[in-house]
């Protein structure tokens, strides 16, 4: 039997449907409230859910309907404080963003999720991002790629730089840090250079688990890789990290049959068929589905249309029976995202070399 199969949700907004809205159980104006956060990540902890991710993007989103979002990375922190064993993924570009802010911002996530947390790394190939934060276009694949793979390479330097008992905390003596312990990444990319140390101890999971869609960074600098492909045979393949595959889902309720339901919204917004594996009908099928994955991929991220109506229904009928069968497995209590993937704990990279920081003592 192959190895249990992981389960990613995505979170954001009201689903992947661009009418998703519509079918919402709330009104509009809680979209952006606090509780509409924390109550989407409950469910998708109650339901066994190993990872939520949480979409974003530098430039405001469209679409029909009400629109607004809040940034990935502070849903992700104001989710941690509500759930005790959920992954949690922002979505964070690295085309135009500081990398060392990134870095800082999610260690700090990972100190809020006691060692829960992820990247989702994204790129931005949008000109109007350049024009509002007033920098230079970064334009195409080839310099996306860069970007990305440079700011990667900043991010896990930064996390590697403090090494884990840098912080001595010593109140009797007055010393906080052992300055021979921190150190500087010296890093020197195409377009710019960062010299470190990271302004945060290293994080609970040293590492944090980063994914990304397959092809944005170098073979083996993701965690996760995110594959596409619309049949099973498409995502079959092999790949030095973990692979998940991108499902989009509409699942029957007891009201209403997935095509009606899909129907119904598509009058308003038409979901056009992309590259993603896409299924719509009965829960049983979907859990079939899942099982003949759980032979070619290592996890799934489940995207459903409308969150009000198919994460209660895979809540309810879908993971109960894919956990018992075994092709699933919840996250233990108490333990990382790391170790719920498998991933080992990886030492600072600078523990054993290099320059220590001066005057930091």
Same mark, same amino acid.
């Given at each position: 039997?192959?190895?249990?199969? *992981? &389960?990613?949700?995505?979170?954001? !907004?009201?689903?992947? *449907?661009?009418?998703?809205?519509?079918?919402?159980?709330?009104?509009? /104006?809680?979209?952006? +409230?606090?509780? %509409?956060?924390?109550?989407? /990540?409950?469910?998708?902890?109650?339901?066994?859910?190993?990872?939520?991710? #949480?979409?974003?993007?530098?430039?405001?989103?469209?679409?029909?309907?009400?629109?607004?979002?809040? !940034?990935?990375?502070?849903?992700?922190?104001?989710?941690?404080?509500?759930?005790?064993?959920?992954?949690?993924?922002?979505?964070?570009?690295?085309?135009?963003?500081?990398?060392?802010?990134?870095?800082?911002?999610?260690?700090?996530?990972?100190?809020?999720? =006691?060692?829960?947390?992820?990247?989702?790394?994204?790129?931005?190939?949008?000109?109007? $991002?350049?024009?509002?934060?007033?920098?230079?276009?970064?334009?195409?694949?080839?310099?996306?790629?860069?970007?990305?793979?440079?700011?990667?390479?900043?991010?896990?330097?930064?996390?590697?730089?403090?090494?884990?008992?840098? $912080?001595?905390?010593?109140?009797? =003596?007055?010393?906080?840090?052992?300055?021979?312990?921190?150190?500087?990444?010296? #890093?020197?990319?195409? +377009?710019?250079?960062?010299? !470190?140390?990271?302004?945060?101890?290293?994080?609970?999971?040293?590492?944090?688990?980063?994914?990304?869609?397959?092809?944005?960074?170098?073979?083996?600098?993701?965690?996760?890789?995110?594959?596409?492909?619309?049949?099973?045979?498409? &995502?079959? !393949?092999?790949?030095?990290?973990?692979?998940?595959?991108?499902?989009?889902?509409?699942?029957?309720?007891?009201?209403? =049959?997935?095509?009606?339901?899909?129907?119904?919204?598509?009058? *308003? /917004?038409?979901?056009?068929?992309?590259?993603?594996? %896409?299924? $719509?009908?009965?829960?049983?099928? &979907?859990?079939?589905?899942?099982?003949?994955?759980?032979?070619?991929?290592?996890?799934?991220?489940?995207?459903?249309?409308? &969150?009000?109506?198919?994460?209660?229904?895979?809540?309810?009928?879908?993971?109960?029976?894919? #956990?018992?069968?075994?092709?699933?497995?919840?996250?233990?209590?108490? +333990?990382?995202?790391?170790?719920? @993937?498998?991933? +080992?704990?990886?030492?600072?990279?600078?523990?054993?070399? @290099?320059?220590?920081?001066?005057? =930091?003592?």
């Amino acid at each position: 039997m192959s190895r249990p199969l *992981h &389960l990613a949700v995505e979170l954001d !907004g009201e689903g992947a *449907h661009p009418a998703a809205w519509r079918r919402a159980s709330h009104a509009p /104006a809680a979209l952006l +409230t606090p509780e %509409r956060v924390r109550a989407l /990540a409950q469910v998708a902890e109650n339901a066994g859910a190993t990872l939520a991710t #949480f979409d974003d993007s530098l430039l405001p989103p469209d679409g029909v309907g009400p629109v607004g979002r809040i !940034g990935a990375v502070e849903r992700a922190a104001f989710a941690a404080v509500h759930t005790s064993v959920l992954g949690l993924a922002p979505v964070v570009s690295t085309t135009y963003s500081e990398p060392f802010h990134v870095s800082s911002q999610l260690a700090s996530l990972d100190f809020a999720a =006691t060692g829960r947390a992820a990247w989702l790394v994204a790129a931005t190939a949008d000109p109007a $991002a350049a024009r509002s934060l007033g920098r230079p276009t970064v334009e195409g694949e080839e310099a996306l790629r860069r970007e990305a793979r440079d700011a990667g390479r900043v991010a896990r330097d930064l996390w590697d730089s403090w090494e884990d008992d840098a $912080a001595v905390r010593d109140v009797d =003596t007055g010393r906080y840090l052992d300055r021979d312990k921190l150190h500087y990444i010296d #890093f020197v990319g195409e +377009t710019y250079t960062v010299k !470190g140390p990271a302004i945060v101890p290293r994080p609970p999971q040293g590492q944090l688990v980063v994914l990304a869609p397959a092809g944005l960074l170098p073979a083996g600098a993701a965690d996760v890789e995110l594959v596409e492909g619309r049949s099973v045979a498409d &995502l079959a !393949g092999d790949g030095p990290g973990l692979r998940f595959a991108e499902v989009e889902i509409a699942l029957d309720t007891p009201a209403h =049959t997935a095509a009606e339901r899909l129907a119904d919204l598509d009058r *308003h /917004a038409p979901w056009a068929a992309g590259p993603r594996l %896409r299924y $719509a009908g009965p829960p049983g099928g &979907l859990m079939a589905l899942l099982e003949e994955l759980a032979g070619v991929v290592d996890g799934v991220r489940l995207r459903p249309a409308v &969150l009000d109506e198919d994460l209660p229904e895979l809540s309810a009928r879908v993971l109960p029976a894919l #956990f018992r069968s075994g092709t699933a497995a919840r996250p233990q209590p108490g +333990t990382s995202l790391r170790t719920t @993937l498998g991933l +080992t704990r990886p030492a600072s990279r600078f523990a054993r070399h @290099l320059t220590p920081v001066e005057g =930091t003592a």
